[in-house]
């Protein structure tokens, strides 16, 4: 029986994920999701929307096609948003929106030049909403919109209130290692590592607000051997002192509220978006549905799947959900097909044992998986993001 605190948490992240935009950029670094997956012109893919930034940067790759699928259609949203501005704005213009977060111009280019080109659900979804990107003063943007942004505002103000923003601004335009941990281990890890900030990261909304459900937050806890506050601080550690902050987009994009040109995901850059203009965009599809519900109807093989971290949230409150997930997978997966996901656990221990039919036999996932673990350990290595327990390539035997 639930506990009333796990009915409690369950309830909130529910709401959270069944009602509002979550994410309003990927925090998966593709560049790593690039290396691995090792996309050809053959080759079909499927990802977890997010916020789409990732399935325009894999469409760099020039796959056959991309299927972008998430059970909330605000996220299938905004990904068609960016397809449409793709389609219908210049660089410039296009920078302006999804790079510096808007522009008081939007609301013109929304109804005159994107809104036709628009699905129904998403038109439906934006013709509410312009004024995310509206920026009537310098201090808005878009990527202050959604309830991660909610969470960025909320950290920004305890920035303030700690008197750090300034130098992790500081941080984050340094041009050597050497610059980051000086100005880390000096001026704003004791500043930062407050006991309040501990206690919130503790809490239920902040890490719904950040997309971690409960049984993520167990799983972590569980497989690293200390709580999620000290976890998030190992992290936070290592981006600003062991990875360079010259090109670490994801972390500079919420403390500056923008991205810049030379800090920015591929797709925003001026070459990139000539390609996805010249037709690469096109070759990505969205669709709102579960991935189980997505692989069941899809009509031919798949060789390549990004899973992201949802696993984690799948394995402790709906195991059968997972063992029916990864039954479509085998299903749907071409020969050799390559399986990519994160973990928020330092190790995975509910895929392997799952039980599928496959050429009329009960077998375990794990006895079907041949793991590329060297490649993986070096790219959660070098992960900009940092914020996962570990990262797995898995090779699907044929």
């Known amino acids: 029986m639930r506990t009333l605190a796990n009915w409690t948490t369950e309830t909130l992240f529910n709401y959270v994920h069944g009602n509002h935009l979550v994410y309003n950029t990927c925090w998966e670094d593709p560049r790593l999701d690039r290396e691995v997956l090792g996309l050809g012109a053959d080759d079909e893919l499927v990802l977890i929307t997010s916020a789409g930034c990732n399935a325009l940067d894999y469409a760099l790759d020039a796959p056959r096609r991309i299927h972008a699928v998430d059970m909330n259609f605000r996220q299938n949203a905004l990904l068609e948003l960016k397809l449409a501005a793709i389609r219908n704005l210049e660089h ?14 939007f609301k013109g280019w929304y109804h005159q030049r994107l809104r036709r080109d628009l699905p129904l659900a998403a038109r439906e979804y934006w013709d509410d909403r312009t004024h995310f990107f509206a920026r009537r003063k310098e201090s808005d943007s878009f990527y202050l919109r959604g309830t991660t942004g909610l969470f960025a505002r909320a950290m920004m103000r305890y920035f303030r209130m700690a008197g750090v923003l300034d130098d992790l601004r500081s941080l984050f335009s340094a041009t050597s290692l050497e610059e980051q941990r000086e100005i880390y281990f000096k001026r704003v890890r ?22 971690v459900p409960a049984a993520q937050k167990d799983h972590l806890e569980k497989t690293c051997g200390q709580d999620i506050a000290a976890f998030m601080e190992q992290c936070v550690e290592t981006v600003c002192t062991r990875l360079p902050a010259s090109d670490n987009y994801f972390w500079r994009l919420y403390l500056f509220g923008r991205y810049t040109r030379d800090c920015c995901p591929e797709y925003l850059r001026e070459p990139s978006f000539r390609r996805l203009k010249d037709g690469l965009a096109d070759r990505i599809e969205t669709h709102t549905d ?45 020969a050799n097909a390559r399986i990519l996901w994160r973990s928020g656990g330092v190790i995975v221990d509910f895929v392997d044992p799952l039980k599928v039919r496959r050429h009329g036999h009960e077998v375990r996932v794990g006895d079907l998986l041949r793991y590329d673990q060297t490649t993986a350990a070096d790219c959660h290595r070098r992960d900009r993001v940092h914020t996962y327990g570990s990262f797995y390539i898995a090779h699907l035997s044929a």
């Open 190 to 211: 004791e500043k930062f590592w407050r006991p309040a900030i501990r206690r919130a990261l503790r809490t239920d909304l902040a890490l719904s607000l950040l997309g």
């Open 290 to 334: 579960s991935l189980t519900g997505f692989l069941r109807q899809h009509p031919r093989p798949l060789s390549r799947f990004v899973l992201l971290d949802h696993m984690d949230w799948l394995s402790h409150r709906h195991p059968e959900a997972l063992a029916e997930e990864w039954q479509a997978i085998v299903d749907r997966a071409s």
């Open 92 to 105: 410039d213009e296009f920078f302006s929106v999804f790079g510096e977060g808007g522009t008081p111009d």
